[in-house]
């Protein structure tokens, strides 16, 4: 396994332009989570795919952001209309079919700066 | 809402020194219980987790937990700490029955010195 991979690692953009985000999960795991985290706190959960259904949204996922996972590989997180509130580490896991919950394998973040 | 404690935000100790990060969790449920730990510009690695059974896990570098279920609280110990264990340790639930989400205390940063 070549574990989570996320891109770009480091994101800097200005206050109301849109930015996405990517994340390449371990090989045939079918689950994927999105989290977020911002100084001082753990990760804050986002959502959750399985394969390519988005099964779980967190209410700290506003209208302003969306995840897709397309074909149930790699997932985008695309927040529009960037906050300073936005500013944080992305974090994506993901966890194999049989293991479920028992265990997600994190990728390294992007860290986001809104100026 | 499930929630998560972690007691103490830092906890700076000596090397060969015994430490214990403290964890305390909200819900009177079944629950799977997780430490995870942070190294300097890493992504977060599972130390190791409680699922049932045996109420003390062990993590292969010398890491242990002990679910107390009276007491809803998950501490991780180590009789004794390396420099290299110098890192931000997460403690992390979730609920079975809710859905897969983990949900996660603050942190704890392991400062270990010589």
């Known amino acids: 396994d070549t574990g989570v991979s996320q891109n770009p690692r480091h994101k800097i953009t200005k206050r109301g332009q849109n930015v996405t985000f990517r994340c390449d999960p371990i090989?045939?795991?079918?689950?994927l989570y999105w989290y977020r985290q911002t100084l001082g706190q753990g990760p804050e959960f986002l959502t959750y795919?399985?394969?390519?259904?988005?099964?779980?949204k967190s209410r700290l996922l506003s209208d302003r952001f969306s995840a897709e996972r397309p074909k149930g590989s790699f997932s985008t997180l695309e927040i529009q209309r960037t906050e300073q509130g936005d500013s944080a580490m992305y974090l994506c896991a993901s966890s194999p079919r049989l293991a479920g919950v028992y265990e997600q394998f994190f990728g390294p973040g992007t860290r986001l700066t809104v100026l | 809402a499930q929630s998560v404690t972690q007691l103490d935000s830092q906890v700076p100790v000596f090397e060969e020194a015994p430490v214990e990060l403290r964890c305390n969790y909200s819900s009177s449920v079944s629950v799977y219980l997780f430490w995870y730990v942070q190294y300097p510009n890493q992504g977060l690695q599972l130390l190791l987790k409680y699922l049932s059974g045996s109420t003390l896990v062990e993590s292969i570098n010398g890491f242990e937990a002990e679910f107390n279920k009276s007491q809803t609280s998950f501490h991780l110990r180590k009789p004794s700490v390396h420099i290299s264990d110098t890192a931000e340790y997460f403690c992390a639930v979730s609920e079975p029955q809710a859905g897969t989400a983990l949900i996660f205390g603050k942190g704890t940063t392991l400062s270990v010195s010589s």
């Open positions: 090989s045939e795991h079918n689950r």
């Open positions: 795919f399985q394969n390519e259904a988005q099964l779980e």
